[in-house]
């Protein structure tokens, strides 16, 4: 019987030839029908794939035999199903693209990896952890490392989320001093799969954050161990077409339809075609003019 499944992974290594390692990786997901997205530069491979369940293990053994990836953090997660073919129905098709940043944080020049992975970053904390620290100190902060529209369907409780529409507003607002306040006190970066944190950590210790954590594993590492009991309210936003995940039978729905203000998870693109933005909103607002949805979210 077919089983759908999709991996989230990351590894940080310097790779001397990032085109060779994208035609790789491109020939074995075409090969054993898997779909979905990675990225490749000079300092490692971030990427998500579906597919069925065999056919995502022999990937995984030939990933794991290149020795910068061996150590690699592997996320499974359910898909939602395949086609006839049995390719994934949770992403249109394969795409393995070279860029300068494999997190796109404007700030190239800034990263510095090695075998070991990002130099620099903050301190990991697993999921115990975390609740160790919490309980140890009443100042703790938690640091949204996604952009402001993931957060609005899931978050840390009482975490700082700024007002970011992609990954490179990040560097401007640390560098406007807008978060200057926090430099005092212990702050734990958190994301998705943990990879954005790995870079936005080190930004941040780079000015002056003089206790910068991150969540190892990121959310899903934390919703695997904790589920909804826990510290975290909410969905957990995803970037296919499963559009968000929960963690248990009883995750609270937090965010906000700009259309009506019902209590929904559920995300789409505006409507206008023109427009690129994405809210929450929920299936009987979904057609709401842009202008609508622009003007609620202001407020």
């Given amino acids: 019987m077919a089983t759908p499944k999709i991996v ?22 075409e090969a054993l029908g898997l779909r979905g997205r990675l990225i490749i530069s000079k ?26 990836f061996k150590d690699a953090d592997i996320k499974w997660s359910e898909g939602t199903g395949l086609d006839d073919e049995g390719r994934s129905l949770d992403f249109p098709k394969l795409s393995v693209k070279v860029r300068e940043e494999i997190v796109s944080f404007g700030a190239p020049g800034e990263l510095k ?17 975390l609740h160790e620290l919490v309980q140890s100190r009443d ?36 560098d406007s001093g807008a978060y200057d ?13 943990g990879i954005r944190c790995e870079v936005l950590s080190s930004l941040m210790s780079a000015r002056g954050f003089g206790e910068v954590y991150q969540l190892d594993g990121g959310i899903v590492r934390y ?25 248990s039978d009883h995750t609270a729905v937090i965010g906000e339809c700009v259309g009506c203000g019902a209590h929904t998870n559920r995300t789409a693109n505006c409507p206008d075609s023109s427009c690129r933005r994405q809210f929450v909103v929920c299936e009987n607002c ?13 407020d």
Avoid: M
Wanted: charged share 30%; proline share 5%; glycine share 12%.
């Fill in 8 to 29: 989230l992974f990351y590894a940080f290594a310097p790779l001397a030839d990032p085109e060779a390692i994208k035609l790789w990786q491109r020939d074995l997901g």
């Fill in 223 to 247: 919703g695997e161990r904790f589920g909804d009991d826990g510290l975290w309210d909410g969905s957990l936003y995803v970037f296919d077409k499963r559009g968000s995940v929960d963690f």
């Fill in 286 to 298: 979904d057609a709401v003019p842009c202008e609508v949805h622009a003007a609620a979210s202001v």
């Fill in 181 to 193: 306040d926090l430099k005092g006190k212990p702050v734990v970066t958190y994301c998705t799969g």
């Fill in 139 to 174: 100042d703790v902060v938690f640091f949204d490392g996604r952009n402001a529209l993931e957060a609005e369907i899931g978050r840390f409780r009482g975490a700082v989320v700024p007002d970011t529409e992609t990954t490179r507003d990040f560097v401007e607002l640390l």
């Fill in 43 to 68: 300092d490692g491979v971030n990427g998500t794939l579906g597919g069925d369940l065999p056919a995502l293990k022999k990937w995984l053994r030939s990933f794991r035999a290149y020795p910068a």
């Fill in 113 to 129: 990896v090695d075998e070991n992975g990002v130099i620099g970053g903050g301190t990991r904390l697993s999921p115990d952890e």
